[in-house]
């Protein structure tokens, strides 16, 4: 008893507002002494490149995590625990490190309710360097919330979009997430959220399922038949059991003995007493060996047997790359067993688990949180930060991001500037490469279809300015802008490269600020 109450009250602290690094609160109380923990400031969260899974790369991202960020945002509070904790700390020479001042700021104004958000919806496309969250409000607390909000925010777009990708190489055909067993701790909950966000149809996440309205799915394992045969029943006997009890629910999973030679035919011979019966047979699972093989010959027996809308669902270690292998192999093979290889690759369901809810090849998104502007004297000055490398420095200032169609309705750009830039009313827009000032493309209006803001109110003086949208509506979104994508773009290897741009006076006061800070 002792220690489960230990435990539930450490995770109660662990997930509130002490869910951050220690450096955040170091700073915070830097900014607290110096009295500038009140100034007003912006920080912008980006990524810098796609997810490289090694012998594949995305040439696109999905957004999503931002409903369980600001739900958390909206609910934590410093408390009398956080304070003890923090004030039993002390330095290397045995003194408080957290004074008491400071803590007492804090649980007075220990939370997020003068902080204000704009973000990229859930669900839409988005691309590296570009603002996906910029939060502006008070240096301390604006400081605290970077670890939060990249650890629920990177892992989430992590997720969706291995999902939407796993799903685009499906053929879009119905989608399983499995890897609530795989998954890390807890965070196969986010993972399985991500995952319907990005591309699953439905996870077997149980708990997950029900908190978001959705039925979990699953069939049974293994070990379903394996007790039936312990026990001196047969193969058939086991389908039969799990048969009489899901009638109109029943997935059997056929390789536990012979695929082809047992599982199969005993799955048949059960569907056939189902079908007596007036139900109607759903499905069998491959869990193992050749599944491209495995699933043609199926497909072979069961339409003998007269159960052509019978689905067949893959399981085991898939991703992407082996779902392309897999349907390459049915369009070259099927043919020659009789079978029309479009008509099984629509019967085809994917059961996808550790390799998504894991990200495999490519487990972290390089998700930062920088600095990119601070109120002075009543005015926004940009800051910058200065990196050997150019791809580091981030785009200062308080801006936004507009995403540019062609005349076939395609994404053809998307362009970074000032938020007080008007694109309607440039006779040409001219896209400067966010890292190369000598480099540019223009593009004159009638090149150009539309124009949209990405960046939309989320929080605003304390209150939530935005109706987050169910799951299905983002994924109608995510569709969306997914069909606007060029098929390059969309490519499992060697992706074209989308174009994020910054607008020329962007590109200017970047610049400019590069040269102020080297001179100085």
């Avoid at 082809?260 to 035919?265: D, E």
């Avoid at 270690?317 to 897999?326: K, R, S, T």
């Avoid at 192999?329 to 369901?349: M, P, W």
Wanted: hydrophobic residues 40%.
């Amino acid at each position: 008893m002792k220690i489960n109450s230990l435990k539930k009250k450490s995770s109660r602290i662990s997930e509130g507002f002490l869910y951050t690094d220690q450096y955040q609160l170091t700073m915070a109380q830097v900014y607290f002494r110096m009295g500038m923990h009140e100034h007003q400031v912006q920080f912008d969260h980006f990524f810098r490149d796609y997810p490289d899974y090694g012998v594949h790369k995305a040439g696109y991202c999905i957004n999503a995590g931002l409903e369980w960020l600001v739900d958390w945002m909206r609910n934590v509070r410093f408390t009398d625990t956080d304070y003890l904790h923090l004030k039993k700390m002390t330095g290397g020479a045995g003194n408080p490190l957290f004074h008491t001042d400071f803590l007492d700021w804090l649980k007075k104004f220990g939370n997020y309710e003068m902080i204000e958000l704009q973000s990229i919806p859930e669900g839409r496309v988005i691309h590296p360097h570009e603002s996906l969250n910029v939060v502006r409000g008070p240096l301390a607390q604006s400081q605290i919330l970077e670890t939060a909000l990249l650890n629920m925010l990177n892992y989430q777009i992590l997720i969706a979009t291995k999902a939407s990708r796993i799903r685009e190489a499906g053929c879009r055909q119905l989608m399983l997430e499995f890897g609530v067993r795989r998954g890390h701790d807890r965070g196969a909950n986010a993972g399985a959220r991500a995952a319907l966000i990005g591309g699953a149809d439905f996870t077997s996440n149980a708990g997950i399922s029900f908190e978001l309205g959705f039925p979990p799915k699953g069939t049974h394992a293994h070990s379903l038949v394996q007790l039936f045969l312990t026990l001196g029943y047969t193969e058939e006997e086991a389908f039969q059991a799990f048969a009489d009890v899901f009638p109109d629910d029943c997935i059997l999973l056929v390789d536990t003995i012979d695929t082809l030679n047992s599982g199969v035919p005993n799955a048949i011979r059960v569907f056939e007493k189902l079908k007596k019966k007036g139900h109607r047979p759903v499905g069998i699972r491959l869990d193992s060996g050749d599944l491209a093989y495995l699933a043609i010959r199926s497909a072979k027996q069961l339409n003998d047997a007269g159960f052509k809308d019978v689905k067949i669902v893959l399981s085991n270690e898939l991703d992407e790359m082996n779902i392309w292998q897999i349907l390459k192999q049915i369009r070259e093979e099927a043919g020659g067993y009789g079978l029309d290889s479009d008509s099984l690759i629509k019967r085809l369901v994917y059961g996808v688990g550790t390799r998504l809810i894991t990200s495999v090849g490519d487990p972290a998104l390089g998700g930062v949180y920088k600095l990119t502007a601070v109120r002075k004297n009543g005015v926004w000055e940009p800051s910058i930060k200065i990196s050997e490398s150019a791809e580091k420095i981030p785009h200062p200032g308080q801006k936004n991001v507009w995403r540019l169609y062609d005349n076939r309705g395609k994404a053809t750009a998307d362009l970074i500037g000032y938020r007080d830039e008007d694109l309607s009313r440039m006779e040409s827009i001219e896209l400067w490469h966010p890292y190369d000032p000598e480099k540019k493309r223009t593009l004159k209006t009638d090149e150009i279809s539309a124009s949209e803001s990405l960046l939309v109110p989320v929080l605003f003086q304390g209150n939530i300015v935005y109706d987050f949208p169910s799951i299905e509506a983002i994924r109608f979104v995510r569709d969306e802008d997914i069909q606007r994508l060029d098929s390059g773009v969309k490519r499992l290897i060697n992706p074209h490269v989308y174009h994020v741009s910054l607008t020329h006076r962007l590109m200017t006061i970047k610049q400019d600020l590069l040269r102020e800070i080297q001179h100085a």
